[in-house]
């Protein structure tokens, strides 16, 4: 594609920048993809250095690669060049709170509040509210309500856009991703009981997961995640279907492997348990110093007898 764009259309910036855009949130962050974004993105920049809206996307997909500095670096630049840019006010935010700089943060979130009161707060500031509140103040259901009420906005902004690149851009799925994700930490791991009341949050990100993985059928992240929300929701056959088509796109993919070894013990197959959490281990290594390995290693030891074991496992 680069080289296609470099032939027909070398000076054309904005051709650059909409591939660029496009692909970055098909990547679910995969960092080797994003060196060809950012790659794209800076051909426009060398062509039209002083657009905002380009340097924000840089921040953006910076902020996707976790380069949080140099994130901020062109978030701040976009803004020199119009302070009005909101999007670039909201990354720098953003990385802010990714870097733990909450009290700067939270002055900025105050001013942005401030200055939107008579538009109404946006689904992104809403967003930074919500992580905010997590990281800072461990408010959960501050994070939950204000998270809920980014991805309904989020959806219902997106009922009457038909399917195309304005589209993508606007339903961006590792925006939504991310905010379910964030949801997803306040739900909790253990699935529920036959017999346990539904949980209406749980249902709403399967069911927003349901569409991302319709809307992007090549989403990794999108399966693994559903297959999660199957787990915890105690569907542990709509969980393995996610799985298999989760490493059927990455079969590399070790956290895979660590939700099947969770839906394994659940149904006390003890054997394909072990076995699962060795594939993850040789795909992943660093996957032993994650809880969820410990854990499952420790309900495998107290299933073979190994209490004391499992409990210095633990």
């Known amino acids: ?55 924000t996307e840089q921040g953006y997909q910076l902020t996707l690669a976790e380069d949080y500095n140099s994130a901020l670096n062109a978030f701040n630049e976009a803004s020199k060049i119009d302070d009005g840019n909101l999007q670039a006010l909201h990354g720098r935010i953003k990385c802010k709170i990714l870097q733990g700089n909450f009290r700067d943060a939270q002055q900025e979130i105050d001013f942005l509040s401030e200055i939107q009161t008579s538009e109404g707060s946006s689904g992104e500031l809403c967003f930074l509210e919500a992580l905010i509140a997590w990281k800072q103040a461990n408010d959960a259901s501050r994070c939950v309500s204000c998270l809920t009420d980014v991805l309904n906005e989020h959806m219902k902004l997106l009922e009457n856009q038909p399917p195309g690149y304005e589209f993508m851009i606007a ?10 994700s964030q949801l997803m930490h306040h739900i909790g791991s253990e699935p529920l009981a036959p017999g346990d009341p539904p949980n209406i949050l749980l249902q709403q990100c399967v069911h927003l997961l349901n569409q991302l993985v319709e809307i992007v059928p090549g989403s990794t992240a999108g399966f693994l995640m559903l297959s999660r929300a199957a787990f915890v929701s105690g569907q542990f056959d709509d969980a393995e279907r996610a799985l298999s088509t989760c490493l059927r796109l ?3 993919c070790a956290h895979a492997h660590l939700i099947q070894a969770q839906i394994n013990l659940a149904r006390e197959q003890y054997k394909e348990c072990s076995e699962a959490l060795e594939k993850a281990k040789s795909i992943d290594f660093e996957v032993r110093g994650t809880p969820t390995y410990n854990l499952l290693k420790a309900h495998l030891l107290e299933a073979s007898g190994q209490r004391e074991d499992a409990l210095k496992t633990l």
């Not at 339903?171 to 379910?180: C, G, H, K, S, T």
């Open 1 to 55: 594609l680069i080289q296609a764009i470099d032939r027909s259309e070398p000076r054309n910036p904005k051709i650059y920048f909409q591939a660029s855009q496009l692909f970055a949130r098909l990547a679910n962050k995969k960092k080797m993809i994003l060196q060809h974004t950012l790659a794209l993105l800076n051909k426009a920049l060398n062509l039209n250095e002083e657009n905002s809206a380009y340097l």
């Open 171 to 180: 339903y961006n799925p590792e925006f939504v991703l991310d905010a379910i």
């Open 250 to 252: 990455d079969g590399q």
